[in-house]
C-alpha cells in the first residue's frame, strides 16, 4: 500500500480515537445534570450507569468477529454512527430505568468501536512497523480532556439536551469526513502476510490464547488505576490531606496531563527501549509514583505523585492492546479490551470497599500493587511474548 494512503488512514484512525474521548467525556460531564432531571437515587442512577458498563462489555467480545467477517473500517464508522445518535439520548430519559435503557446502547457503541478501531490500529502498525499505538491513545486522552474541559465551560449555560445534541452533530460530521476515507482504503496487509490465502491471526492454539488473556492482564491492572484515579484521586486530596476543592480537582487533571504526555512520547520511547521494558519501567514507575500520591503527607507530594503515575501508566495499556491484536488479529484485541475495560470498572468500586476496611490511603495503595504486578508479568512472560 503507498505511503500516502497509510498515512491518510493514521490521520482518519487518529480522528476516531479522539472522537470517542470527546464523546464519552462529554456526556460524563453532564450526568449530574441528568441525575437531577430523571430524579434518580444515587443508588437508581448507579444501576442505570451499569448500561454502559454491560453494554460495552457485551459488545466488546462479540465486535471481534463482527471485524473478522465485514472488516475493522466497515464496524468501526458503524459504531462512531451509533455512539454519536446515542449521546444524545440521556436528556430525553426522565426515570431511571428509561436512562439504563439508552446507555446500554450508548455503552454497545462505545465498547464496540474500542474493539473496531483498536484491530484497524494494530494492522496499521504491522504494516508500518512503527510501534504507533501510543499516539491512538494519546489522541483519545486529548479528544477526552477537549470535551470534559467543553463540557465544564458550557455547564451552566448550556442545557444537557443542547450540549449532547451538540456532540452528536460533532460526531457525525466528523464520521462523515474521517469515515470516507477509512472505507476507501483496505486493511494494511503486513509483508510478512501477503503470501498468505488467510491474513488473519498470525498464530493460534492454546499458547497463542494464553498469551493473549497474559496482555488482557496487563491491561486490567493499568485501567484499574486509571478507573481509579479517576474516582478517588479527588477525595483523597480533599479528605485526607484537606486541599481546597479546587486543587482537588487537580489531581485527575495532573493524572491524564502527564498520560497524555506519555503517549505522545511513546513511539520514541518503544523505538529507544522496545516493547517489554517500556511496559516494565512504565509499571515500576507507576508503581512508585502512586506510593507516593497515596501515602506522601502533602498536597503538592501526592499531585507529583499521581503525574508520576500517570507517565507510567501511559503506554502499557496501548502495548498490550496492540500486542494481543497482533497475535489473535481482532479477537485478540476484543479479549484484552474486555480485561482491560473490566479493570476500569473494577477499580472504583474495589477501592471504595478497601476504603472502609482500612482507610482511603490504604486502599489507593492497591493501585501501585497492580502496577507492579503489571511489570512483574512483563518482564515474566518477556521471552514467550517475543517469539
Known amino acids: 500500500m503507498p505511503d500516502r494512503s497509510l498515512t491518510r488512514l493514521r490521520i482518519a484512525l487518529t480522528a476516531f480515537f479522539a472522537l470517542d474521548g470527546f464523546v464519552f467525556a462529554g456526556w460524563v460531564v453532564r450526568i449530574p445534570a441528568i441525575k437531577e432531571q430523571t430524579g434518580a437515587s444515587a443508588t437508581a442512577l448507579g444501576l442505570a450507569l451499569l448500561g454502559v458498563s454491560a453494554g460495552a462489555v457485551v459488545t466488546m467480545t462479540l465486535t471481534g468477529r463482527l471485524c473478522r467477517r465485514y472488516g475493522s473500517h466497515p464496524v468501526t464508522v458503524a459504531c462512531a454512527v451509533l455512539l ?6 440521556p436528556p430525553l430519559t426522565h426515570s431511571a430505568p428509561a436512562l439504563a435503557a439508552v446507555l446500554l446502547v450508548f455503552g ?4 464496540g468501536i474500542n474493539v473496531a478501531f483498536n484491530s484497524a490500529a494494530v494492522d496499521l502498525v504491522a504494516a508500518l512497523r512503527r510501534p504507533i499505538m501510543p499516539t491512538f491513545h494519546a489522541a483519545f486522552s486529548l479528544g477526552g480532556m477537549i470535551g470534559a474541559g467543553l463540557g465544564g465551560l458550557v455547564a451552566g449555560s448550556v442545557s444537557p439536551t443542547r450540549h449532547l445534541l451538540g ?3 460533532i460526531g457525525l460530521l466528523v464520521t462523515a469526513a474521517a469515515g470516507r476515507t ?4 483496505e486493511p494494511p496487509v503486513p509483508a510478512e502476510q501477503t503470501d498468505r490465502e488467510d491474513p488473519g491471526p498470525r498464530r493460534s492454539g492454546p499458547g497463542t490464547r494464553g498469551l493473549v488473556v497474559v496482555f488482557g492482564l496487563i491491561a486490567l491492572c ?3 488505576g486509571e478507573g481509579a484515579l479517576a474516582d478517588w484521586g479527588a477525595l483523597h486530596l480533599e479528605q485526607d490531606l ?10 485527575y487533571s495532573c493524572f491524564a496531563l502527564a498520560m497524555t504526555l506519555g503517549r505522545l512520547s511513546g513511539t520514541a520511547l518503544l523505538e529507544r527501549l522496545g516493547r517489554t521494558p517500556t511496559v516494565v519501567a512504565g509499571g515500576a514507575t507507576a508503581a ?8 506522601a503527607p502533602s498536597v503538592w507530594a501526592a499531585l507529583l505523585g499521581f503525574a508520576i503515575t500517570g ?3 501511559a503506554n502499557i495499556f496501548p502495548v498490550a492492546v496492540e500486542r494481543a491484536g497482533a497475535l489473535a488479529g481482532p479477537s485478540g484485541v476484543a479479549v484484552a479490551s474486555t480485561l482491560g475495560y473490566g479493570g476500569m470498572l473494577l477499580g472504583p468500586p474495589a477501592i471504595g470497599f478497601m476504603a472502609d476496611w482500612y482507610s482511603l490511603p490504604t486502599a489507593l495503595t492497591s493501585v501501585a500493587v497492580l502496577a507492579a504486578l503489571a511489570a512483574g508479568i512483563g518482564f515474566a512472560t518477556r521471552r514467550a511474548a517475543a517469539g
Open 84 to 89: 454519536s445518535l446515542s449521546v444524545a439520548l
Open 108 to 111: 454497545a457503541a462505545y465498547g
Open 167 to 169: 456532540l452528536t452533530v
Open 182 to 185: 477509512l472505507l476507501r482504503i
Open 222 to 224: 493499568t485501567a484499574y
Open 242 to 251: 484537606h486541599a481546597h476543592p479546587g486543587v482537588a480537582a487537580a489531581g
Open 288 to 295: 512508585v509514583g502512586m506510593l507516593l500520591g497515596s501515602l
Open 311 to 313: 507517565l507510567g501508566l
